[in-house]
T-cell receptor, first 110, second 115 residues
Framework: EDQVTQSPEALRLQEGESSSLNCSYTVSGLRGLFWYRQDPGKGPEFLFTLYSAGEEKEKERLKATLTKKESFLHITAPKPEDSATYLC???????????FGAGTTVTVRA | NAGVTQTPKFQVLKTGQSMTLQCAQDMNHNSMYWYRQDPGMGLRLIYY???????DKGEVPNGYNVSRLNKREFSLRLESAAPSQTSVYFC??????????????FGPGTRLTVL
């Protein structure tokens, strides 16, 4: 059974204070690892897909990296508008369903 | 281009009542999904439809039924609501024929409370 564990559950940052979120996964034959952002009261919004260990993707202040067992989402010099819940999900080979982690809620204070 | 739309946005039911959650997408996607989201548990797949005319159970299908009405619409029905079905329900879609296949597009959600 696929398992996706995100840590920490919650993260409170001061504006400009860089940090990282962790997503540990167990999946038989990783087809892709996905990061989504979810704002309160809204549906998840796609951020990145990572396919293989060593791959990195960047978008504004966010950078996602992937190893064989985990992924990190680095937030560099965050701003209050980066406050959201960040979800990690995995997809196994020969299957198009996603398994999601519980998410990390990030709060950035001005 | 509205993306994925869901109705209603909010609903309160009494135990034993039935209702149907509606989902529609205008992106010509083949695949559609229904998830529920509960605090501390992340998104869990209820049912999915790989293409028009097919549906399959996900992780937590008990107490639900689905209908893929056409390529655009995928509905979720609760025949006899229970308090354990209090949750936020999300519909999503994607298409295996597109380069962005892996990206699932989500609707805004339906917040359901069962008393």
């Amino acid at each position: 059974e696929d398992q996706v564990t995100q840590s920490p559950e919650a993260l409170r940052l001061q504006e400009g204070e860089s940090s990282s979120l962790n997503c540990s996964y167990t999946v038989s034959g990783l087809r892709g690892l996905f990061w989504y952002r979810q704002d309160p009261g809204k549906g998840p919004e796609f951020l990145f897909t990572l396919y293989s260990a060593g791959e990195e993707k960047e978008k504004e202040r966010l950078k996602a990296t992937l190893t064989k067992k985990e992924s990190f989402l680095h937030i560099t010099a965050p701003k209050p508008e980066d406050s959201a819940t960040y979800l990690c999900a995995v997809r196994r080979s020969n299957d198009y369903k996603l398994s999601f982690g519980a998410g990390t809620t990030v709060t950035v204070r001005a | 281009n509205a993306g994925v739309t869901q109705t209603p946005k909010f609903q309160v039911l009494k135990t034993g009542q039935s209702m149907t959650l509606q989902c529609a997408q205008d992106m010509n996607h083949n695949s559609m999904y229904w998830y529920r989201q509960d605090p501390g548990m992340g998104l869990r797949l209820i049912y999915y439809s790989a293409s028009e005319g097919t549906t399959d159970k996900g992780e937590v299908p008990n107490g639900y039924n689905v209908s893929r009405l056409n390529k655009r619409e995928f509905s979720l029905r609760l025949e006899s609501a229970a308090p354990s079905q209090t949750s936020v329900y999300f519909c999503a879609s994607n298409d295996p024929d597109l380069p962005s296949y892996n990206e699932q597009f989500f609707g805004p959600g339906t917040r359901l409370t069962v008393l």
